[in-house]
């Protein structure tokens, strides 16, 4: 009976070692959104290639692409640090093609936890460096897509989540 108080210590401490945040389910493109994807993919090498216009038409293709979009200086912000990290860059399509995916998750993400962000971020600024971008501007990418995520997501890290 003296070891009981010790054992229901134990076993709780035991118990929320084994609760971390969940992993949300990451969303693919259905129906028109597979258009709307492809259409952010084209404006990704229109802004490369330097055309006038194209920041703005990636900016609008961003907030048209979920039925409830990023708020509006965030897709600005998005569409602008996009433009500047890519402009005059030799992008190919399957960069844009891959880059406009991870766009969709960005956007579309509404249950990603800390760890599937991180990894979101990390993976489209990869991608903006495959495409030549520079390291500074891939991260700058990157953390508008952190502020999205925290401005849609409903995965809210609580104090019971481990790392």
């Known amino acids: 009976m003296k070891n009981q108080p010790t054992l229901i210590v134990l076993m709780l401490v035991l118990g929320a070692a084994g609760c971390r945040q969940s992993d949300g389910a990451l969303p693919t493109p259905a129906g028109e959104q597979v258009n709307k994807t492809g259409d952010i993919a084209r404006d990704l090498l229109n802004v490369a290639s ?10 609008q293709d961003i907030e048209g692409l979920t ?18 990290a890519l402009k005059g860059l030799a992008l190919n399509e399957e960069t844009a093609n891959k880059l406009a995916g991870q766009l969709f998750v960005a956007v579309g993400g509404r249950d990603l936890s800390e760890r599937q962000i991180a990894t979101l ?22 953390d508008v897509v952190g502020e999205i995520q925290a401005a849609l997501g409903t995965n809210r890290r609580r104090w019971w989540h481990v790392r």
Do not use: C, F, N, Y
């Open 121 to 142: 971020k990390q993976d489209i600024a990869a991608t903006v460096t495959q495409g030549g971008a520079s390291a500074e501007h891939a991260a700058a990418v990157g």
């Open 67 to 84: 039925a409830a979009p990023p708020p509006p200086h965030l897709a600005e912000a998005l569409s602008a640090r996009l433009a500047e």
């Open 50 to 59: 330097g055309q006038a216009g194209a920041p703005e038409d990636l900016r």
